[in-house]
């Protein structure tokens, strides 16, 4: 997939609330919105939860990721699809808890079948997504629950995947709420390189 151009800002301005689409076979990438059609997630005191921020989320990078000519699924917390998933990149979109604090991190399943991919999957990641939103990392609050995601466990061993908290709901709320553009940016952006460089199965095509 060698020359698939990166976006810049102000190209995904028009991306917020599009729909993704579903399906059932396989795809060039998978995005999982975290809690969706599952439960609320972590909500805010004012009713702002994290399933409608991950899931806007989601179908905001599945559209920018179309616009590029990338095939993909938007998926469910526990959807069926997940067991045996095939793609050549997966990341579950969740958002952190509704506290005064800011960052984000990223991680990949504790015992991977192939580290090397899912490292450098992880690596560019928050390289872009840093560069995109301007948030800070916070791997100090990376937790057994991310390294041990149920959906990592359940797709195929052969497709490299991570889980990424995209910022807190509340240090970092306008920025999930107010400026998704941005978000998706960062997460795509990731995913395209990810696709391109050298060692991913797409390159090679």
């Known amino acids: 997939m060698a020359g698939v151009a990166l976006l810049g800002l102000d190209e995904t301005a028009s991306i917020r609330g599009l729909a993704g689409l579903l399906g ?6 998978g995005l999982l919105a975290g809690h969706w059609q599952n439960d609320s997630g972590a909500t805010c005191p004012d009713g702002l939860t994290e399933a409608e921020i ?3 989320v989601a179908r905001a990078v599945a559209y ?5 000519g990338i095939d993909v699924q938007v998926l469910p917390e526990y959807g069926a699809q997940l067991n045996g998933f095939r793609a050549q990149a997966f990341v579950a979109i969740h958002a952190d808890s ?3 604090l800011s960052g984000f991190k990223i991680a990949r399943m504790t015992h991977s079948d192939d580290p090397e991919a899912e490292d450098r999957l992880v690596e560019i990641l928050y390289r872009t997504y840093g560069d995109a939103t301007g948030l800070a990392p916070h ?3 990376i937790t057994d629950d991310m390294r041990e995601y149920h959906a990592l466990r359940r797709i195929s061993p052969s497709t490299p995947g991570a889980i990424i908290e995209i910022g807190f709901m509340g240090g970092d709320r306008y920025l999930l709420t107010n400026e998704q553009d941005l978000v998706a940016v960062g997460i795509a952006n990731g995913i395209m390189t990810f696709l391109d460089e ?5 390159a090679g095509e």
């Open 64 to 68: 920018t990721l179309r616009q590029n």
């Open 139 to 141: 791997r100090d609050t």
């Open 24 to 29: 059932s076979r396989s795809a060039t990438v």
């Open 98 to 100: 509704c506290v005064d």
């Open 198 to 202: 050298p060692g991913s199965a797409a």
């Open 54 to 56: 991950n899931l806007a």
